[in-house]
């Protein structure tokens, strides 16, 4: 389902998703009320939400879902890389966060990846979520000790995926195959003691490694 004020940005959104055949569109809406009423007749299983729309915006629509028995999975939309928005919309329960002007494979990839449950957020603004994220450097010796137990290989990976690195440009700037890049990811999220990218990148910054 695609939630947009902007009918223009919404004909974009259609035609891009359209153009792939295992994604069906299953309904549309230009505010949060008549998001909210979409959601219920037609039970999508991934929202684009944009955060900012008249009215209802994006995280009341988001507050409203969490109380759902089974609520869909949704990706929240913007124009701005630094929108304060952001966090209290991950916090309120959103898979991930992507710029409108998304490259349309990523899109559909990142839909895709939000259906599997898997948390979703545009590499360009991951560093401004960290740091809005963070604040102020950790003193938690724990995550010292965390980051302390990377190999060399594992910490080159870790900044990379910090500074916001998809695996395929992780691979491309360190000359690793994309298994070994997704290998070297699941090695570094245990020792992290994380299960997804925001969380690994937050405590890499917070050892200090960027």
Do not use: C, W
């Not at 035609?15 to 009320?33: F, S, T």
């Not at 245990?190 to 299960?195: C, E, I, P, W, Y």
């Amino acid at each position: 389902m695609i939630v947009d004020d902007d009918a223009l940005v919404r004909r974009g959104l259609h035609l891009i998703l359209q153009a792939d055949a295992e994604l069906e569109i299953v309904g549309e809406a230009d505010d949060g009320d008549r998001a909210l009423q979409v959601i219920h007749e037609t039970a999508p299983d991934v929202v684009l939400l944009d955060i900012r729309m008249p009215r209802l915006d994006g995280l009341a629509v988001m507050e409203r879902l969490a109380r759902l028995a089974s609520p869909p999975h949704v990706i929240m939309l913007t124009t701005f890389h630094a929108d304060d928005y952001v966090l209290r919309a991950l916090r309120l329960g959103a898979q991930g966060f992507l710029l409108k002007d998304t490259d349309p494979p990523d899109m559909i990839n990142a839909i895709r990846a939000a259906h599997r449950g898997e948390p979703v957020l545009s590499p360009s603004v991951t560093a401004t979520v960290i740091a809005a994220a963070t604040g102020h450097p950790a003193t938690d010796p724990r995550i010292a000790a965390a980051a302390a137990s990377l190999s060399p290989r594992e910490r080159e990976v870790a900044v990379a995926l910090a500074q916001g690195m998809s695996n395929m440009e992780i691979g491309r700037t360190l000359y690793l195959s994309l298994a070994t890049v997704k290998t070297t990811v699941t090695r570094i999220f245990t020792k992290l003691g994380v299960d997804n990218r925001v969380s690994a990148a937050m405590m890499i910054r917070d050892a200090g490694l960027l």
